[in-house]
C-alpha cells in the first residue's frame, strides 16, 4: 500500500515554508515571467499558448489571499486568469519557479492546486520551473490505497537545466533568451551562450525597463570571468552588429554609476538635513532638487 497525506489549512492561499530557502532567485523568477507572461508560454509549452486569448488577462490579486497562518508563510508565485480561445471558458494559470531542490515539491504544488480550486471554482492549469542543477523533478502526487486510487495529480515542469540551450538560441523570444543563462551548457562554452543572448537582446523590441530587466537577470547567472569577457569582446567584434551589441554593457555600468552618484548624494543631504542645513543650501551643494530634498526630509 502506498499513502501520501495531505495537510493544509483550507481557508487561506499561504503555505508554511522554510522562508529562509524562499531567496531572491525566487524573485527574480517571479518579474521576469510575469513581464513576458505570453512569451514564457508561446518558448515553453506553445500548445497552450495558442489556445489563449492574450487580451483577457487579469492577475489574480493578492488582496484575496486572507487569513494568513500562524508561523512562516509563502505566497503563491503566481497565478492569473485568462480565457480559453475555444469554449471562452475562464482559466487559472499557476506558475512556481523553484530555485533550490525540494523533496515535497509536489506535495506542495497540491496544496496550492487545491486552494486555488477551493477559493476560485475554476480550471487550472499549474506549471513549476526548476532552476537549480539537481536532478529532482517529480511532477506527480498521488493517493493509492491498495488497488484504488484516490489521487493522481500531475503538473506541468520545465527543469531549465536539462533544457538544451542551442534550441533557444536563434529565437527572438526575451524569456528564453534571459533564461539561456539557466539551461545546460558546458563550462566552455559560457562566453558563446553569452553571444547569443546579447545578440538577441540587440534585436529585441522592448522598452528600456524590460531590456535593463532582462540584462540583469542574465548577468545574475552567467556572469563571465576577465578572461572571459575579453574573449566574449574579440568575438563579438566579429559580427555584423558588433557595436550595437558591445554598446550594451557599458550604457548600463554607466547607468549603474550615476544611481551610485545619486544614492551617495542622497546620504549627504539626508546628514546635512540632520545638521540643520537649509534645503536651498542643500540642493546647491549637491545638485538635488528642492523636490527630491523634501522626500528625504519626510524619511528622517
Not at 488582496?63 to 503566481?78: H, K, P, Q, Y
Not at 484504488?148 to 503538473?155: A, G, R, S
Not at 506541468?156 to 528564453?176: C, E, G, T, V, Y
Not at 546647491?284 to 519626510?298: G, P, S
Request: aromatic residues 12%; hydrophobic residues 40%; charged residues 30%.
Amino acid at each position: 500500500m502506498i499513502l501520501t497525506s495531505v495537510s493544509t489549512t483550507w481557508n487561506n492561499f499561504f503555505i508554511k515554508e522554510n522562508s529562509s530557502q524562499y531567496t531572491k532567485h525566487d524573485l527574480l523568477f517571479k518579474q521576469l515571467i510575469n513581464e513576458f507572461f505570453e512569451e514564457f508560454l508561446e518558448a515553453f509549452f506553445p500548445q497552450f499558448h495558442a489556445q489563449i486569448d492574450f487580451q483577457h488577462i487579469t492577475p489574480i490579486p493578492e488582496e484575496i489571499f486572507t487569513n494568513l497562518i500562524d508561523g512562516e508563510v509563502r505566497r503563491l508565485d503566481i497565478a492569473v486568469e485568462v480565457k480559453w480561445k475555444e469554449t471562452d471558458t475562464l482559466i487559472i494559470i499557476h506558475i512556481e519557479p523553484q530555485s533550490y531542490e525540494q523533496k515535497t515539491f509536489n506535495n506542495r504544488m497540491f496544496k496550492y492546486f487545491s486552494l486555488l480550486y477551493n477559493k476560485l471554482n475554476k480550471p487550472i492549469i499549474p506549471i513549476a520551473v526548476f532552476s537549480y542543477d539537481e536532478n529532482w523533478e517529480e511532477d506527480v502526487f498521488s493517493m493509492q490505497f491498495l488497488h484504488l486510487k484516490v489521487l493522481h495529480f500531475q503538473y506541468l515542469k520545465i527543469h531549465l537545466r536539462k533544457q538544451n540551450w542551442r534550441k533557444f538560441m536563434k529565437k527572438d523570444n526575451p524569456i528564453s533568451a534571459a533564461l539561456l543563462s539557466k539551461m545546460g551548457f558546458s563550462y566552455k562554452e559560457r562566453v558563446q551562450v553569452k553571444l547569443e543572448f546579447m545578440q538577441i537582446l540587440a534585436r529585441l523590441q522592448v522598452n528600456k525597463a524590460q531590456h535593463r530587466l532582462l540584462y540583469g537577470f542574465f548577468e545574475s547567472y552567467l556572469k563571465l570571468t576577465k578572461e572571459e569577457e575579453e574573449m566574449f569582446v574579440k568575438e563579438a567584434r566579429k559580427l555584423e552588429d558588433a557595436d550595437k551589441i558591445l554598446e550594451i554593457p557599458i550604457s548600463y555600468e554607466e547607468e549603474g554609476k550615476r544611481l551610485g552618484r545619486v544614492h551617495g548624494k542622497k546620504e549627504v543631504a539626508l546628514e546635512m538635513l540632520k545638521d540643520g542645513f537649509p534645503i536651498d543650501k542643500i540642493s546647491k551643494l549637491t545638485r538635488l532638487t528642492n523636490d527630491e530634498i523634501e522626500q528625504l526630509k519626510q524619511l528622517m
